[in-house]
């Protein structure tokens, strides 16, 4: 692949942004007619940029001119996908590039690996495009911080894609859980216990499958030879990409605990666990249990692999603990246990919701034509990830770490803070 210097693409971008009309059809008071179109960019086509992309689609003023991936495979699929349900063929590529540059295309999913999050959301912000950028905001706080800067100096929408926040129970339960009725709140906890999750064994390098650019697909990230399990879905398990179930499973369910808790930021964290039942090559914890000290309340995180009892006889699920009872949740339902010794709640059960996906890509959609900010914004989306994260920095230092959120450095500890930052490989830079 012949690389573009960081100075000649922008330089590129910024030509296209200026020379670009927005939408096809936008106001003199900067808002989108109603049925406008929105030209969707797909970068990552994936089983996530797949499913991701089938729901964008469900809105009938959205269509894909776009996708690219690094794998030609992946990208054909989503190509399919588009001509299926739209009648004709996008344009197919392979650098990420392509869609930032194109005038063809207004808005940019980012449904790539985590390491791939942070400079396809930058460069869109940079180009003129609003984003809807999947969980977490990147491998790294500094990287988080970048993306929100960015699209703030660009005043553009973005959206990360933890559906979970468009979701009415979700809500409901919030709004609960904020009204004082489970009494004072003094521990909450988010869990996953997945049986599904195997070895993924430890097969040997190979050479990359026929028609990727693997090089590419590392980009920022170190430079290593090709193992089949550090590729798609497995990437997850592996540092150099991803922070495994805790930035996977919870980034999804801490945002509903940080969310009804308030925007307050821990400070403390520590963190334990290791790999004690996996036999294979992956990298992150199959077993953690973390525990943030936020100023009023104490938070927990717990994963484990191979079984799926977990707390409430759920296999995942978050609880809000209070002085009243406890309100216990997961998506197929929400459930209060009064406290025995006390009697101002009545033990109930009440269902669950239908999927939120569709709402919180319609709410992305919405404030692409209203310029709202939506209801996962960037600011909200680097609390939730920056939380994450600090769980992963605890249980890979070894050591209880002190977080203060002004300077978002880790106090007194240099070594904590190399895992803030973000360190990538040339020719790729973070802009800040």
């Known amino acids: 692949m012949k690389s ?67 794998d030609p495979g992946k990208a054909a ?51 003129g495009k609003d984003v809807y950028v999947e969980k977490p905001l990147a491998t790294t706080i500094s990287e988080g911080r970048a993306m929100l800067n960015m699209a703030q100096r660009h005043q553009r929408i973005v959206q990360m894609g933890a559906q979970r926040r468009s979701c009415p129970t979700y809500a409901k339960v919030v709004e609960w859980v904020q009204s004082g009725k489970l009494g004072k709140v003094g521990l909450v906890r988010a869990w996953a216990y997945l049986d599904w999750i195997k070895s ?35 990437f997850r398990w592996f540092w150099d990409y ?23 930021p821990p400070k403390a964290v520590l963190s334990s666990g290791g790999k004690y039942v996996l036999e294979d090559n992956s990298e992150t914890p199959d077993t953690q249990l973390t525990v943030y000290e936020f100023p009023s309340y104490t938070m927990v995180w717990e994963h484990k ?16 603990t209070g ?3 406890t309100l216990v949740i997961n998506d197929s339902g929400w459930e209060i246990i009064r406290e025995p010794a006390k009697d101002s709640l009545e033990s109930r059960k009440y269902p669950g919701g239908a999927d939120p996906r569709p709402a919180h890509v319609r709410n992305f959609l919405d404030c692409v034509k209203s310029r709202q900010q939506p209801v996962e914004n960037l600011e ?19 050591r209880k770490i002190v977080w203060d959120p002004a300077t978002e450095k880790i106090q007194d ?18 802009p800040q």
């Open 4 to 70: 573009h210097t960081r100075r000649q693409f922008l330089g590129q971008a910024a030509l296209a942004a200026a020379a670009m009309p927005m939408f096809s059809a936008v106001s003199t008071s900067g808002q989108t007619a109603p049925s406008a179109k929105i030209r969707l960019g797909v970068v990552g086509c994936g089983g996530m940029g797949k499913g991701d992309l089938a729901t964008f689609l469900l809105n009938p003023e959205v269509d894909c001119t776009l996708v690219c991936d690094v």
């Open 77 to 127: 699929e989503a190509a399919a996908l588009v001509e299926q349900k739209r009648g004709h063929k996008p344009s197919v590529a392979a650098d990420f590039r392509k869609v930032i540059e194109s005038r063809e295309v207004d808005a940019v999913l980012v449904a790539t690996p985590d390491h791939w999050h942070a400079l396809p959301t930058i460069y869109a912000c940079q180009a």
């Open 242 to 264: 991803a922070g495994g179930l805790m930035t996977d499973w919870g980034v999804h369910l801490l945002q509903v605990l940080l969310w009804a808790m308030g925007p307050q």
């Open 200 to 234: 993924i064994g430890n097969p040997p390098n190979a050479a990359p499958p026929a028609g990727v650019d693997y090089d590419l697909w590392l980009g920022p990230a170190a430079k290593r030879p090709f193992n089949p399990n550090r590729f798609h879905f497995n």
């Open 323 to 325: 002085t009243e009872g």
């Open 380 to 398: 909200v989306g680097h609390h939730i990830s920056t939380v994450a994260h600090l769980g992963n920095i605890a249980l890979r230092t070894g």
């Open 413 to 430: 500890d240099p070594e904590a803070n190399r895992l803030v930052s973000a360190s990538y490989r040339q020719p790729w830079v973070l």
């Open 305 to 320: 692999v191979g079984v799926g009892l977990g707390l409430y006889n759920r296999p995942w699920g978050m609880s809000f």
